[in-house]
């Protein structure tokens, strides 16, 4: 995990949240973030029991079931891409109320009383290495197992995610679930880095060390100038005096943030494989763009004769071999241009940049899987395993529900939604390096217009 600056933030610019009454009496409550956390945790916990068992029923397509089933449904086809969304607008919001904060947090005290000899998170567990590897596994998961289709699957990945933040809670301390075990952990810090919530300091505690020892995140809450580890708990908040701290509603990327030339090698490589994924799914919207991409996996699966591996194969190439040629020739335009001495140079200064664009691909599938799945949520309520809903919509004794909005119209949108992430990600270039931001737009503007040329397939204009 990367630390706030030591250096002194300059004055907070935004809306101070804390002035509304109701928010500022909300946050300084002592069961505030508690509450909400365990009211999601309630309905964690009952996804977790209703998907328990249950497979795609026989006769059955998976990828229509998926949608009938309340918990891949709600899961995969709601939350996953509203966490996109959420993360992007709001920063670490989702920390807030996730669930597994609180069962970590509660784990760790839980193992403080009971005398165990809890660890502190250090080296490459701090920086994000493990999370990398969390985050890959879970994309894996998904052409390897069909997770994101089986109910059964998704459940043993909701207990297999609740058993280990007791597990760390208990051997770690300073909320090391969150900093260095949490699989989306890396994907909060690089999306949410615009967010427009932060918590900052005050105009007179700016820059000191007061309450510094007080977050739970090993953070200087004074001296915060990034949204990158902040999990908004409001502790410091509580903990200071009045207006020590602001909670600020501020204009997207701000300009008062930091921001870092060079960014660390597991932050680094998740964008390279999340880059990978999003290109992926965003191929398998337009189909004339998905058997194009699937072709070398599928090749290489018949020349071993793979069978049921077919999938670990497409796993693979789309989160390893896709993101490493990508970034392979990111690097070349990149040298080319004089940007960068080496390889892994390029590549960390594309990093941050590049998330602004990656996270806008992961924005317009999330979009279109959202719209597409939305409709579907009043039959899963009405029977949460999905069962007869998919037997009927099967056999069309039951239509399905519409997408809410057209390939046409989301082509459009995502399109002016890439536009605007490929002038901000050059923003964002210009201000972590003034001097030689100029040395690395042409990769900026390589990626995202292969991003727009396969979000404009979606609209049939190229059929």
Same mark, same amino acid.
């Given at each position: 995990?990367?630390?706030? $600056?030591?250096a002194?933030?300059?004055?907070?610019?935004?809306?101070?949240?804390?002035r509304i009454?109701?928010?500022? #009496?909300?946050?300084?409550? +002592?069961?505030f973030?508690?509450?909400f956390?365990?009211?999601v945790?309630? *309905?964690?916990?009952?996804?977790?029991?209703?998907?328990?068992g249950?497979?795609t029923?026989?006769?059955?397509?998976?990828?229509?079931?998926?949608?009938t089933n309340i918990?891949?449904?709600?899961i995969w086809?709601?939350?996953?891409?509203?966490i996109i969304w959420v993360?992007?607008?709001?920063?670490?919001?989702?920390?807030? %109320?996730c669930p597994?904060?609180?069962?970590s947090?509660l784990?760790?005290?839980?193992?403080?009383?009971?005398?165990?000899r809890q660890r502190?998170l250090?080296?490459?567990?701090?920086k994000g290495?493990?999370a990398v590897?969390?985050?890959?596994l879970?994309q894996l998961? %998904?052409?390897?197992?069909?997770?994101?289709?089986?109910?059964?699957y998704t459940s043993?990945?909701?207990?297999a995610?609740?058993?280990?933040?007791?597990?760390?809670g208990?051997?770690?301390k300073?909320?090391?679930?969150c900093?260095?075990?949490?699989?989306?952990?890396?994907?909060?810090?690089?999306?949410g880095?615009?967010g427009?919530?932060a918590?900052?300091a005050?105009?007179?505690?700016?820059?000191s060390?007061?309450g510094?020892h007080l977050?739970p $995140?090993?953070?200087?809450p004074?001296?915060?100038n990034?949204?990158?580890?902040?999990?908004?708990?409001?502790?410091c908040?509580?903990a200071g005096?009045?207006d020590?701290?602001?909670?600020?509603?501020?204009a997207?990327?701000s300009a008062?943030d930091a921001?870092?030339?060079?960014?660390?090698w597991p932050?680094?490589?998740f964008?390279?494989?999340v880059s990978?994924?999003?290109?992926f799914?965003?191929?398998g919207?337009?189909k004339?763009a998905?058997? *194009?991409?699937l072709w070398?996996p599928?090749?290489?699966?018949?020349?071993?004769?793979a069978?049921a591996a077919?999938?670990?194969?497409q796993g693979?190439?789309?989160i390893?071999?896709v993101?490493?040629l990508?970034?392979?020739?990111?690097g070349?335009?990149t040298?080319a241009a004089?940007?960068a001495?080496?390889f892994g140079?390029?590549?960390?200064r594309l990093a941050?940049?590049?998330?602004v664009?990656?996270?806008a +691909?992961?924005?317009?599938?999330?979009?279109e899987?959202?719209?597409?799945w939305?409709?579907f949520?009043?039959?899963?309520l #009405?029977?949460?395993?999905?069962?007869?809903t998919?037997?009927?919509?099967?056999?069309?004794?039951m239509?399905q529900?519409a997408?809410?909005?057209?390939?046409p119209?989301?082509?459009?949108?995502?399109?002016?939604?890439?536009v605007?992430?490929?002038?901000l990600?050059?923003?964002e270039?210009?201000l972590a390096?003034?001097? +030689?931001?100029?040395?690395r737009?042409?990769a900026?503007?390589?990626?995202?217009g292969?991003?727009?040329?396969l979000?404009?397939?979606?609209?049939?204009?190229?059929?």
């Open positions: 995990m990367q630390r706030a $600056s030591n002194a933030p300059p004055p907070p610019a935004g809306f101070n949240l804390l009454a109701a928010i500022r #009496r909300l946050v300084l409550w +002592g069961g973030p508690a509450l956390q365990s009211l945790l309630a *309905v964690y916990l009952t996804l977790a029991v209703i998907g328990w249950h497979l029923p026989t006769g059955v397509n998976a990828k229509l079931y998926a949608k918990v891949n449904l709600v086809g709601l939350w996953w891409p509203a993360t992007v607008f709001l920063g670490r919001a989702w920390c807030t %109320v597994l904060e609180l069962v947090s784990a760790e005290r839980a193992g403080r009383n009971l005398g165990l502190p250090g080296g490459w567990l701090a290495a493990l590897c969390l985050f890959a879970m998961l %998904v052409p390897g197992i069909q997770i994101h289709r089986m109910p059964h043993l990945f909701l207990w995610s609740l058993a280990a933040a007791v597990i760390v208990l051997l770690f300073d909320r090391a679930f900093r260095g075990f949490c699989p989306v952990s890396l994907l909060l810090n690089a999306y880095r615009g427009m919530i918590v900052r005050g105009q007179h505690e700016a820059g060390n007061r510094a977050c $995140s090993l953070l200087n004074p001296k915060l990034s949204n990158r580890d902040c999990l908004v708990c409001g502790q908040v509580r005096a009045p020590d701290m602001q909670l600020l509603l501020r997207p990327f008062a921001r870092e030339p060079l960014a660390s932050l680094t490589l964008v390279m494989v990978g994924f999003v290109t799914e965003l191929c919207v337009w004339a998905e058997p *194009v991409f070398a599928k090749q290489a699966s018949a020349a071993l004769n069978g077919a999938g670990w194969i693979l190439w789309t390893a071999l993101p490493l990508l970034w392979i020739a990111l070349l335009v040298r004089g940007g001495a080496s140079e390029a590549w960390r941050l940049p590049m998330a664009v990656v996270a +691909g992961h924005m317009s599938k999330g979009l899987k959202f719209t597409s939305a409709g949520l009043p039959h899963a #009405r029977e949460p395993t999905g069962v007869n998919a037997l009927q919509m099967n056999a069309k004794a239509p529900p997408a809410w909005l057209s390939l119209v989301l082509s459009a949108v995502t399109m002016t939604l890439i605007v992430a490929l002038l990600a050059i923003r270039a210009r390096d003034p001097a +030689g931001f100029r040395k737009l042409p900026i503007a390589l990626l995202s292969s991003y727009l040329f979000v404009f397939g979606w609209g049939g204009w190229l059929a």
